[in-house]
C-alpha cells in the first residue's frame, strides 16, 4: 500500500479524485491501492521549555539553550491549561498506523519550506525509517498531479530544505522564549512582553516610522507659479528655487514680465527638452508584491489576500502562491500563449489578451536562474466558476499580471520648458505615445506628478511668449507617511531599506525581514499582541508597542538589517551551507540578547511605593 501525506483534507480529497479513490475513512481516504491522509497544517512544534526541565520562568534559567530540541504535539488551550490538542493526537495515530503498513511513502505537502518542515516532523515524531519520495508541483490542476506523481523526486534531494526550515524554527524557539522571558522578568510588570527574531525588527520599524512621522515639524517655503500662453494654449512653470519667506517670492513675482505690467512678451523660452521613454512592464507577481497590490487596489490584509489566493491555488486556478519568485523558466514561458488566449474573452482584460497574440511576447520575467523552489504567480487557465468578488478580484490581479508582464513597453514622452521671466521656472508634461502595458487595467501613471500639465504645446528654444498670471505658493515639507501594508511589505523586502527599483529590491530578497510567505502572519502577530493596530489604512503601534520599543530600540533583536541577515544565511542552508555554524552562531546570539533584554527590562519596572513614617 502506497501511502500519500497532505497538508490538509482539501489538498488529500483532490488528489484522491485525481486517483479516482473514494473510499472515505476515519482520517484517510483509500482506492485503487493508495491511501491519502492529511496533516492539519503544524501538528507537532518544538517542545516547550517545560520538556527540557526549566519548569518556572527564571532569571537563573536563562539563556535556555536545549543541547537536543524534542517535538511535541500542538498544544491548545483548556481551563487545566495547555493541553495536546486531542485533534492532532488522534491524527498522528491514523498517520502512525498507515505509515506502518506503508510500502511506500509519498509526500505531498506544500512544496515549500513549511511544507517540508510539516512533514519531516511528523516522520521524526514517529520514528519512522521507510523512505519516501516527494511530489513537487506548482499547482493543484488534475494534468500538474498526474506530472508530478510520473516525476516523484527522492525525499534526500529535500534534506536541505528541511535543514533550513529546522533551522528556521530552532531560531525562532531561541531568540523568541529567552528574549521574551529576559524582558518580562527583568521588567517586574508580571505582564508577557513577547519578543522574537522577526516579530521585533518589524514592530521597530513600525514605531521609527510612527516617532519621526508624529514629531515632525513642517518648515514652511515658497514659490513662484506662472501661466505661459502659446497661441491660446497656457501651460504652468514653478519657479525652479523656493524661497524661505513670502516676501522673496513676492520679489520674485513683482520681476515677472507680465502682460498687466506691459510686458506682453515676458517669457523667453531658454531651452526644451522632449525625451522618448520605454517603461518595461511590470515582473510577474510573487506573493509579497500581489499582497502590496491588493492592499493598494482594494485595501485587503497581506493575511486575507493569503487566504483568497490559497483559496484560489486548492481550487485550481493559480499556481502556487507562497512563492518568492516573479520569474519563470523558458519551459513556463512555452505555455504562456495558450494561457493568454483563454483571456480572450474576459470582460475587462479580452482587447488586450487578443492583441498579444498577434505580436511577439516580452521576456523580461523569463530567467530560469532566479526561479527558486517555485515560479511565479500565474492563471492555470482552468475557468474559474462561483468565485466571490473578493476572490474574483485577487484572480484578476493575477491575470492582469501576467498580461501585464508579457506585454509591449510603455512609450511616453517627458517634456521639459525652461522659462525666463525675473527667475528661471520649469514646465513639464508626460505624455503617454504608446500605453503598452498600462493599457491592461487602464491605470495612471503613479510617477505624474500634480505640477505636471496634462500637456505641452509646441514650442521652440528662444521664442518670447505673453505670461498671463503668476502667483506666490505656499507649500511645506512632508514627513514620511506611516505604515500601511502595502508599505511595509515592501520594506520587509529590503529589511527597511529603501529601493524604488524593483529588479535591485527582488535581488535583496534573501536578505529581507521574513519571507513571502511569512510576512502576513507577522504583521497578524503584532495585532494579536497588541503591538500594533490598524486604523483605517495605516499600521499604528499601540502604547505598549511604543513601551516595548523604547526598551529594545538601541538592542541587537530590533536591528533589522542584523535580522535579514539571519534570513540570508537560511537561505544559504538551503543550498547546502553549514547547519552547525549557524546553529553556533544564534546561540551566540541568543546570548547577547538575552544579556542585553535582562538590563534593558529594568527600565520597565514600576516605581517602588514611598514609604510614609506615621507618628502615633
Known amino acids: 500500500m502506497k501511502v500519500i501525506i497532505a497538508e490538509k483534507p482539501s489538498v488529500a480529497?483532490?488528489?484522491?479524485?485525481?486517483?479516482?479513490?473514494?473510499?472515505?475513512?476515519?482520517?484517510?481516504?483509500?482506492?485503487?491501492?493508495?491511501?491519502?491522509?492529511?496533516?492539519?497544517?503544524?501538528?507537532?512544534?518544538?517542545a516547550p521549555p517545560q520538556e527540557y526541565g526549566y519548569y518556572r520562568w527564571s532569571v537563573q534559567n536563562l539563556p535556555m539553550l536545549p543541547q537536543k530540541f524534542k517535538l511535541s504535539v500542538r498544544k491548545t488551550k483548556t481551563k487545566d491549561g495547555m493541553v495536546d490538542d486531542p485533534s492532532a493526537v488522534k491524527q498522528l495515530n491514523t498517520i502512525k498506523a498507515l505509515f506502518e503498513e506503508a510500502s511506500e511513502i509519498i509526500v505531498a505537502t506544500d512544496a515549500g519550506r513549511e511544507g517540508e518542515l510539516i512533514f519531516r516532523y511528523i516522520y521524526y515524531y514517529l520514528k519512522c525509517k521507510k523512505p519516501f519520495k516527494r511530489l513537487w508541483i506548482s499547482s493543484q490542476t488534475d494534468e500538474a498531479i498526474k506530472d508530478g506523481f510520473r516525476n516523484l523526486k527522492p525525499g534526500s534531494d529535500y534534506d536541505t530544505l528541511f535543514n533550513s526550515a529546522h533551522c528556521r524554527s530552532q531560531s525562532d524557539w531561541l531568540v523568541g522564549m529567552n528574549a521574551t522571558q529576559a524582558l518580562s522578568l527583568a521588567s517586574g510588570t508580571r505582564s508577557v512582553l513577547s519578543l522574537g527574531r522577526v516579530q521585533t525588527p518589524t514592530l521597530a520599524m513600525i514605531c521609527s516610522r510612527y516617532l519621526e512621522n508624529k514629531n515632525f515639524v513642517p518648515q514652511i517655503y515658497f514659490q513662484v507659479a506662472i501661466q505661459v500662453d502659446k497661441n491660446g494654449t497656457a501651460f504652468r512653470a514653478i519657479s525652479v528655487d523656493s524661497y524661505k519667506s513670502k516676501a522673496d517670492a513676492e520679489g520674485i513675482v513683482n520681476a515677472v514680465e507680465d502682460v498687466a505690467s506691459g510686458y506682453a512678451q515676458g517669457g523667453n523660452i531658454l531651452s526644451v527638452e522632449a525625451k522618448p521613454r520605454k517603461e518595461p512592464p511590470p515582473l510577474l507577481h510573487d506573493l509579497s508584491s500581489l499582497q502590496q497590490e491588493a492592499n493598494k487596489r482594494k485595501g485587503f490584509t497581506a493575511d486575507y489576500t493569503l487566504s483568497l489566493l490559497q483559496n484560489l491555488y486548492e481550487g485550481k486556478l493559480v499556481t502556487y502562491p507562497r512563492t518568492g519568485s516573479r520569474y519563470i523558466g523558458d519551459d513556463v514561458f512555452a505555455t504562456v500563449p495558450s494561457l493568454i488566449s483563454k483571456f480572450t474573452d474576459h470582460p475587462n482584460f479580452g482587447k488586450q489578451a487578443t492583441f498579444l497574440g498577434t505580436i511577439k511576447l516580452n521576456k523580461r520575467s523569463v530567467n530560469a536562474k532566479k526561479v527558486t523552489d517555485h515560479h511565479a504567480i500565474l492563471p492555470t487557465g482552468e475557468a474559474p466558476r462561483q468565485l466571490t468578488p473578493d476572490q474574483q478580484a485577487v484572480y484578476d490581479m493575477v491575470s492582469g499580471r501576467m498580461l501585464e508582464a508579457f506585454h509591449q513597453d510603455c512609450i511616453k514622452e517627458i517634456t521639459k520648458i525652461a522659462v525666463q521671466s525675473g527667475a528661471k521656472f520649469m514646465a513639464s508634461g508626460t505624455v503617454i505615445n504608446t500605453a503598452g502595458w498600462r493599457a491592461v487595467f487602464n491605470d495612471k501613471d503613479e510617477e505624474k506628478k500634480d505640477e505636471e500639465n496634462a500637456s505641452l504645446p509646441k514650442v521652440e528654444q528662444g521664442e518670447q511668449l505673453p505670461i498671463t498670471n503668476k502667483a506666490v505658493l505656499e507649500k511645506q515639507t512632508k514627513p514620511k507617511p506611516m505604515y500601511n501594508e502595502a508599505s511595509l511589505l515592501k520594506a520587509l523586502e529590503t529589511a527597511g531599506k529603501e529601493i524604488e527599483d524593483e529588479e535591485l529590491r527582488y535581488a535583496m530578497k534573501d536578505s529581507g525581514l521574513g519571507t513571502p510567505a511569512t510576512r502576513a502572519a507577522i504583521i497578524e502577530t503584532l495585532i494579536k499582541r497588541d503591538y500594533?493596530?490598524?486604523?483605517?489604512?495605516?499600521?499604528?503601534?499601540?502604547?505598549?508597542?511604543?513601551?516595548?520599543?523604547?526598551?529594545?530600540?538601541?538592542?541587537?533583536?530590533?536591528?533589522?538589517?542584523?535580522?535579514?541577515?539571519?534570513?540570508?544565511?537560511?537561505?544559504?542552508?538551503?543550498?547546502?551551507?553549514?547547519?552547525?555554524?549557524?546553529?553556533?552562531?544564534?546561540?551566540?546570539?541568543?546570548?547577547?540578547?538575552?544579556?542585553?533584554?535582562?538590563?534593558?527590562?529594568?527600565?520597565?519596572?514600576?516605581?517602588?511605593?514611598?514609604?510614609?513614617?506615621?507618628?502615633?
Open 532 to 616: 500594533i493596530k490598524r486604523e483605517k489604512k495605516n499600521l499604528l503601534p499601540t502604547e505598549v508597542g511604543l513601551s516595548v520599543y523604547g526598551v529594545v530600540k538601541n538592542q541587537q533583536i530590533a536591528q533589522a538589517e542584523l535580522t535579514g541577515n539571519w534570513e540570508k544565511r537560511l537561505e544559504e542552508i538551503r543550498s547546502g551551507a553549514s547547519v552547525a555554524s549557524f546553529q553556533q552562531e544564534i546561540q551566540q546570539y541568543t546570548r547577547t540578547i538575552t544579556t542585553e533584554m535582562l538590563k534593558a527590562g529594568a527600565s520597565l519596572r514600576p516605581p517602588k511605593a514611598e514609604t510614609v513614617a506615621v507618628k502615633a
Open 13 to 46: 480529497r483532490e488528489i484522491a479524485k485525481v486517483f479516482g479513490a473514494n473510499t472515505k475513512k476515519d482520517g484517510y481516504i483509500e482506492g485503487k491501492g493508495y491511501t491519502f491522509t492529511w496533516a492539519f497544517g503544524h501538528l507537532l512544534q518544538l
